[in-house]
C-alpha cells in the first residue's frame, strides 16, 4: 500500500491484474488522477467512483 498517495496525484497503471483477476475499470498504461480513498485507505478512487487497490503492483505514481 501507498500511503504517500494524496488527491490531484497521478498514477501510471503497470498491471491491470491482480492474481488471477482482471482490473474493469482501468487499461495497462493508463493514466488516471487520484480522486479519492477508501477510510481505511486500502482503495483509491478516480473519477470520482471508480476504484482500484493501493497497491505498489498496480500502478506507479508520476513524479509532477
Not at 31 to 38: K, L, M, P, Y
Amino acid at each position: 500500500m501507498n500511503e504517500e498517495l494524496k488527491v490531484g496525484d497521478k498514477v501510471l497503471i503497470i498491471n491491470d491484474r491482480i492474481g488471477n483477476k482482471l482490473l474493469a475499470n482501468v487499461e495497462l498504461g493508463e493514466i488516471v488522477t487520484v480522486t479519492g480513498f477508501s477510510e481505511d485507505h486500502k482503495i483509491i478512487y478516480h473519477h470520482n467512483s471508480l476504484a482500484l487497490p493501493n497497491n505498489n503492483r498496480i500502478f506507479k505514481k508520476i513524479e509532477q
